[in-house]
């Protein structure tokens, strides 16, 4: 496996590929990787020859940085979990400086609206964070395909929508959540959770799940309170946002409609760590 932590040696690397017709695959993470990030590697293996994998810890889209300084950071692990998947793997573990240079700040973008939904509200200038790494990076690596996992489902429609607004020849390719077996969407946040919250962390899913049954026979506003008076009975977990939103515009639902898909979105406090999850609902 071969691990640069330079643009230009990556795009030397790249461009002797593309030489011999190889196939690039994309899979952006943050490190302290786990089995959701592996999955994203193998689906990459269906369609490319080669995964790319970045681990790069984005300062741009904290926007806390006690979060940024506690991120967990675990490349020589990473690397070790990497190779179970494959060797034929390449990972880019930038410096801030080789990304940034000495210019540590967002671009601005709009994403049509989609920015200011749900994370938006909550995480001033995120989206911008988000808009400006991955756009670096696909300039970066440059492939044909790009692997995102679906628990950051907002996410994955802005960077849709990055790719379509700035004409980046790239496929965006979304992939389900993948779960503990307790139900809990995995996050590189979960190791630092606390015994009592792991324990409890699990409520999150269920309630997910409760709400999908509940969306097909009552109002989104009625499952929406539903939700907020189960976390008020939980002493462990903070509600900070349960909404139900269209998946295309990601605005909350005011009345559904039969032609339109919807998906329950969730952000939870287990003590200070924030975890984020989200189910489909039609």
């Not at 049509?112 to 749900?118: A, N, P």
């Not at 909550?122 to 964070?129: A, K, M, S, V």
Request: aromatic residues 10%; proline residues 2%; hydrophobic residues 40%.
């Amino acid at each position: 496996m071969i691990v640069f932590d330079s643009k230009e040696q990556l795009r030397a690397e790249i461009k002797a590929l593309k030489v011999k017709n190889k196939r690039i695959g994309f899979v952006p993470t943050m490190g302290a990787l786990h089995n959701g990030h592996l999955s994203l590697v193998e689906a990459g293996f269906k369609k490319t020859d080669v995964i790319v994998v970045s681990v790069f810890v984005n300062p741009t889209q904290f926007d806390n940085t006690e979060d940024l300084k506690k991120y967990p950071r675990t490349l020589e692990q990473d690397i070790i979990l990497l190779e179970t998947v494959s060797k034929n793997i390449i990972v880019y573990a930038p410096t801030v400086e080789d990304i940034y240079s000495n210019n540590v700040v967002s671009e601005s973008f709009s994403f049509d609206g989609l920015e200011y939904e749900m994370e938006g509200k909550f995480r001033d200038g995120h989206f911008n964070g988000v808009g400006t790494i991955v756009k670096s990076l696909l300039e970066i690596v440059t492939p044909e395909y790009a692997f995102f996992g679906e628990k950051d489902f907002q996410q994955l429609q802005i960077i849709k929508k990055l790719v379509e607004k700035h004409k980046i020849p790239v496929k965006i390719i979304g992939c389900k959540i993948h779960r503990e077996t307790n139900g809990l969407a995995m996050s590189s946040r979960n190791i630092r959770l606390t015994k009592e919250h792991k324990i409890e962390a699990p409520f999150i899913y269920k309630i997910l799940k409760e709400a999908k049954l509940k969306f097909g026979t009552k109002s989104a506003n009625k499952v929406t309170e539903w939700v907020t008076k189960e976390f008020e009975k939980n002493n462990l977990l903070n509600l900070e946002y349960f909404i139900i939103a269209d998946t295309k515009t990601l605005k909350t639902v005011k009345r559904k409609h039969n032609k339109n898909t919807y998906r329950a979105f969730i952000a939870v406090y287990a003590g200070k760590i924030r975890l984020i999850d989200n189910i489909a609902l039609n």
